[in-house]
């Protein structure tokens, strides 16, 4: 077990400031970080790719466990005083840059890595999609994140949402532990908690077509208060008897909400409302060529974590 890093002296003597900005707030307490080290179920085989490594703290009890790891960092005051706190670790790579910039295979050079990251609530989203999207998916994702943010992702039928449909069709998400808001320096104003997501060889239901599929879950959730006749109605630009006659063939009663229904079930709506997908409304149509597994569909779906 690595010793204690003290962050604050390594502020002191950097001249550092946390950027809100960037959402900056460095974990302190050790028994959080061997908490999400534990959860990454490390062995002197297994390659790391740390997002947002910040002043090193959790580097070091990573290097401490793994073959190799690399660390990607955004903010360029950081590395200085990164490369000081790794400097006893030479299986520890530092790349600084925006890990959205950077295909993850690309990072890592290899068939199978793990993923850890502490991630700020402004980028979760769009680092989770990143990752599950990817050409070579990680084998498994340890993220440290809002605690709100976490509850939603894992959440079960009766208060799903965009994001944790998208997450949950492409890997198995919980929740390990919870961190106290003082476990940070600065301390933030929320807990955060760690969740593990370990991505499924396919899809957790089967679909014909992602981008099809993705976009009728929007159209179910960009009205979510409303009944789902009535959402898919006015997202798919059709009466309502024409949408209530298509979810009794797929066995669901169009009086529920977007929430309370599982994947298999919105795979089963997807497959019966194949025939209408040429007259779905432009702004539920994915981007050609942007996002080529979730597509636009989800280009958005932070809007609707709650």
Request: glycine share 6%; charged share 25%; aromatic share 8%.
């Amino acid at each position: 077990m690595p010793k204690p890093l003290d962050v604050r002296s390594l502020v002191r003597e950097f001249d550092l400031r946390a950027k809100k900005s960037l959402g900056q707030n460095w974990l302190v307490d050790e028994s959080a970080l061997i908490h999400i080290a534990d959860a990454a179920d490390l062995d002197a085989q297994d390659l790391v790719l740390e997002i947002g490594p910040g002043l090193g703290s959790l580097t070091r009890h990573l290097a401490e466990r793994a073959g190799r790891v690399v660390a990607v960092e955004l903010d360029g005051a950081l590395i200085p005083p990164l490369h000081r706190a790794v400097a006893d670790y030479p299986n520890v790579s530092i790349v600084q840059g925006d890990i959205l910039q950077y295909p993850p295979e690309s990072l890592v050079l290899s068939g199978r890595y793990k993923v850890v990251a502490n991630l700020p609530y402004y980028i979760t989203s769009a680092v989770i999609r990143h990752l599950l999207e990817a050409a070579v998916r990680p084998a498994l994702i340890v993220l440290t994140v809002q605690l709100e943010v976490a509850r939603r992702i894992t959440a079960a039928p009766g208060q799903m949402s965009l994001l944790a449909v998208s997450v949950q069709f492409y890997g198995r998400p919980c929740i390990v532990t919870r961190i106290k808001a003082g476990s940070f320096y600065p301390v933030p104003q929320v807990d955060s908690a760690v969740i593990r997501i370990e991505p499924y060889e396919r899809p957790g239901a089967e679909v014909d077509d992602r981008d099809w599929f993705f976009a009728i879950v929007k159209a179910g959730f960009a009205q979510k208060r409303k009944q789902l006749h009535n959402a898919l109605s006015a997202g798919l630009a059709r009466s309502q008897a024409e949408v209530a006659q298509e979810l009794e063939r797929s066995g669901i009663d169009g009086r529920r909400r977007a929430e309370t229904l599982t994947l298999q079930e919105w795979a089963a709506l997807a497959r019966a409302l194949g025939p209408l997908s040429n007259a779905i409304e432009t702004r539920f149509l994915p981007e050609q060529k942007r996002c080529p597994v979730f597509g636009a569909a989800v280009l958005s779906f932070a809007r609707y974590w709650r």
